[in-house]
């Protein structure tokens, strides 16, 4: 006898991926918006040099590496959960959590420094 994988409910199908959908929407827009901070950093902030290091630069930089990747991450998850939803699977997340919470922890420790470097005038 073969396993039926289709779900109790017609509707459910649907609505995990529209919900699938909804997440890597919300991927989308953190990626864009750390992409546009990281623009807008690299615009407004004093371009101070510190020690010999450009910091604004490199935390520019880094702010829109971390939202390309988010972007990145997002797209994958979005495919690779779809595939997941019509084969009736779930796989939890775990590498791309651990990789963005490192890139935001990464990320928010330069912050830090920047903050306190930076010129008060």
Do not use: K
């Not at 827009?29 to 901070?37: D, M, P, S």
């Not at 040099?49 to 939202?67: Q, W």
């Not at 919470?101 to 470097?117: I, P, R």
């Amino acid at each position: 006898m073969t396993e039926d994988r289709r779900p109790a409910d017609p509707d459910s199908r649907a609505r995990t991926h529209l919900a699938n959908e909804r997440t890597f929407l919300a991927w989308f827009r953190t990626g864009l918006t750390l992409i546009a901070l990281g623009v807008a950093a690299a615009q407004f902030l004093a371009a101070s040099t510190l020690t010999g290091v450009r910091l604004i630069p490199l935390f520019s930089t880094l702010v829109i590496l971390v939202g390309l990747s988010l972007v990145v991450i997002g797209v994958w998850r979005y495919h690779r959960s779809h595939i997941n939803i019509d084969e009736g699977r779930f796989h939890p997340a775990h590498l791309s959590v651990v990789v963005t919470s490192v890139a935001a922890v990464v990320t928010g420790l330069l912050a830090l420094v920047l903050v306190w470097l930076m010129p008060r005038g």
